[in-house]
């Protein structure tokens, strides 16, 4: 019995010591229109990256629950005016997001104005990102 505690007590440790990371993740985010638009982070650097009809990609700082995104770069594809206007709001949304909360399936993005945007985990890297995709 004894050393099931220890077992557990030493499981318990590792849980709570174990760090959840976006890097070399890709997340996914759907308007309310159901345009959907991912984002994702190098594993290696503070690169971001995503596509909804355009592909883009910048850099970010981060500190423990504070974020700051640079403007996207992005391609010029056209598509659907709307599920365009959808790309450029998100996409102008990056530059506002002051925090951010993270859990093993979800990314929180938080605006300077509270404003709340969940992205659902997409798919994990275990090697570099292919920013040419």
Known sequence: MKRYWVVLFMFFLWAC?????????EYIYQT???FQITLGFDENTN?????????????YRSDKKQISFQTP????MMG??????????????LTEIQEFELTE??????TKGNKRFV???KQTYSK???YEK
Request: net charge negative; charged share 25%; hydrophobic share 30%.
């Open 47 to 59: 690169r971001y990256f995503g596509k909804g009809i355009n592909k883009y990609f910048g850099t």
């Open 119 to 121: 992205l659902t985990l």
């Open 105 to 110: 399936d979800n990314l929180t993005l938080i």
């Open 80 to 93: 659907d005016s709307f599920d365009m206007t959808e790309e450029e709001k998100f996409l102008n949304l």
């Open 73 to 76: 770069s992005s391609t010029m």
């Open 32 to 34: 309310p229109s159901g």
């Open 17 to 25: 010591g174990k760090e959840i990371s976006f890097k070399g993740k």
């Open 128 to 130: 570099g990102v292919d």
